[in-house]
């Protein structure tokens, strides 16, 4: 299932804000939150391929709520891409949980438009990251499994290089520029 924050901006409003980055990009249309039918067919397909059959909400959200969930949460104070929060009591009700992933649009905009391809892609990336860590991966810890598997599903769902290689990538480059 897929929510939208109501404190999200209006799609029309938002890309009228970011038209100096839609120029660079090419489109507005990039800029634009798919439909909730859209990414909830991707949400299923993700899962499918992750092995993760129980439920999942995913909630778009600003900046400012991933903060606050962020702060909250993992005592960090920072907006942060996107948070995954495994159900603590998968059986209970008529459906089993997995739990719940939130990502900040803002957050993505500006990912997407540095990695060059449109939010839609950005979100896939978000919510195939944040499903494997319902799926119990955790790539702060694991010696790279984490990071082998998303490769895997990456490439099986069509995406771009993911979150982890992205930050591997980051070091990286941050390690040789030092003297």
């Not at 949400?43 to 059959?53: D, P």
Request: charged share 30%.
């Amino acid at each position: 299932m897929i929510l939208l924050d109501p404190e999200l901006e209006p799609d029309s409003a938002l890309a009228a804000a970011h038209a100096k980055q839609a120029a660079a990009s090419g489109s507005l249309r990039n800029l634009r939150i798919p439909s909730t039918r859209t990414l909830g067919r991707y949400v299923g397909e993700a899962q499918a391929a992750v092995g993760l059959l129980d439920q999942v909400t995913v909630l778009l959200t600003t900046d400012a709520t991933i903060r606050d969930l962020n702060r909250r949460f993992r005592g960090k104070d920072e907006a942060t891409d996107v948070l995954s929060f495994p159900s603590t009591n998968p059986a209970a009700g008529p459906e089993k949980i997995a739990g719940d992933v939130a990502i900040s649009v803002e957050t993505a905009r500006k990912q997407a438009a540095e990695q060059g391809h449109a939010l839609a892609v950005e979100l896939r990336v978000l919510i195939l990251h944040g499903l494997l860590h319902l799926a119990g991966y955790d790539h702060e810890g694991d010696s790279g499994k984490m990071e082998r598997r998303e490769r895997q599903l990456r490439t099986k769902l069509g995406l771009p290089q993911g979150l982890i290689e992205r930050a591997s990538a980051e070091r990286t480059k941050t390690r040789r520029r030092k003297p």
